[in-house]
């Protein structure tokens, strides 16, 4: 079977703690793939909600200092019970709180963390230049990735115009995404949950995640509609319609 049919046959369970913005359009898409989502988020329930799940899902794009006690939590059980997670650092450059919340799930045993270009120069304290000009190619930070990797123990999937996909020693790039998605809110969480139903269930992660994005960039170019959340909305559809 290839991965989206291994998905559809074993609905794996995937535990959510994901921000408010994203909820909804991570539900969907989660079950779209055929995975099965759940969202909990308080510190009452996530130890027996994670034991549960196939795959943990820590998105950061809303934290507060109770969910950073979840965060930590489910993070622990997941090690525990070697369930693996995805972690998304929504946002991380903006406050020395978010930094610190990165700093202490990073230290945890993370499968994949799927950020983006910014995200992954502010993990590695690489400032821009003031006037905002993105000074690094498609090389650079596909190095800074790899490193990224190589310093975490963790498959990075860095999002953007060139998809980059490393743990260290493999390294695929999928580019040519339609860049319609990078003006809708959420794109990103939405890929984050797709890998995590794509990785809770195949064990060739690299291969997996590479599979994933190879189709969803024929979507992505594959819509004709060119507002926003219309896009997304029949992004969504599609996922649904892969291998059926």
């Known amino acids: 079977m290839n991965y989206i049919e291994k998905i559809r046959d074993k609905r794996p369970l995937i535990h959510h703690i994901t921000n408010y913005v994203s909820m909804k359009l991570t539900a969907d898409a989660t079950y779209a ?3 099965l989502p759940i969202m909990a988020d308080s510190i009452e329930e996530v130890e027996e909600v994670t034991v549960k799940a196939k795959c943990l ?3 950061s794009g809303t934290p507060n ?3 950073f006690d979840s965060y930590l939590k489910s993070t622990e059980i997941a090690n525990e019970k070697n369930i693996p997670i995805v972690y998304d650092p929504v946002g991380v450059n903006i406050s020395k709180f978010r930094k610190d919340i990165s700093a202490r799930v990073l230290s945890k045993n993370i499968t994949v963390v799927r950020l983006n270009r910014g995200e992954l120069l502010g993990l590695e304290n690489i400032k821009k230049i003031d006037s905002g000009i993105d000074y690094l190619g ?10 990224f990797s190589k310093k975490h123990s963790v498959i990075t999937v860095c999002t953007g115009a060139d998809n980059i996909i490393t743990d260290g020693v493999t390294t695929e790039v999928v580019s040519d995404f339609n860049p319609i998605l990078r003006d809708i809110t959420s794109s990103g969480c939405v890929i984050t949950s797709l890998i995590a139903a794509v990785i809770s269930v195949n064990d060739d992660h690299i291969h997996a995640i ?3 994005f190879k189709d969803l960039k024929d979507i992505s170019n594959s819509i004709e509609v060119n507002r926003p959340m219309a896009y997304m909305s029949e992004f969504i559809d599609r996922i649904y319609t892969l291998g059926r």
């Open 138 to 147: 498609s090389d650079d930070v596909r190095d800074l990735a790899i490193n």
């Open 33 to 35: 793939i055929g995975a």
């Open 57 to 59: 899902v820590i998105n």
């Open 210 to 212: 590479h599979s994933l």
């Open 65 to 67: 200092s109770v969910r």
